[in-house]
């Protein structure tokens, strides 16, 4: 399995924005589909993007197409998730997520690992 850690998380207004990374461990970063995952409090965690091995494929989320977008570095060995035009309702612990099969989906039982978390909260 990967290592996976998430940064970028944060405090802001309604309307603005914030890129969030997760840094993977390990040299086979580039065969892994990479997501991303929401999870409000009280709510069940959530897809919200998607991107291929080497990023020609990407999926969303209708409630975040056309505000936010995934894109990954594999020099880098990273994912970003870059979140424009943020809404309250956005608030939540997202979480990167690591699938060793290759497929393009957005159901959690593909992805093998995860990362801890990190806190966006939007506010109004």
């Known amino acids: 399995q990967v290592q996976l850690g998430e940064s970028g998380g944060g405090l802001v207004q309604a309307g603005g924005s914030l890129r969030l990374s997760c840094a993977a461990s390990g040299r086979t970063f580039s065969s892994y589909t990479m997501g991303w995952f929401r999870q409000a409090p009280g709510k069940e965690r959530e897809f919200v993007a998607v991107?291929?091995?080497?990023?020609?494929?990407?999926y969303y989320a209708d409630s975040v197409k056309g505000r936010f977008t995934i894109s990954r570095d594999n020099a880098k060995n990273t994912v970003y998730l870059q979140m424009n035009s943020l809404k309250p309702e956005d608030t939540a612990v997202y979480y990167c997520?690591?699938?060793?099969?290759?497929?393009?989906?957005?159901?959690?039982?593909?992805?093998?690992?995860w990362g801890q978390g990190t806190q966006v909260s939007v506010s109004s």
């Open positions: 997520a690591a699938g060793v099969h290759g497929v393009v989906a957005t159901a959690p039982a593909y992805f093998d690992s």
């Open positions: 991107i291929s091995r080497i990023g020609g494929s990407t």
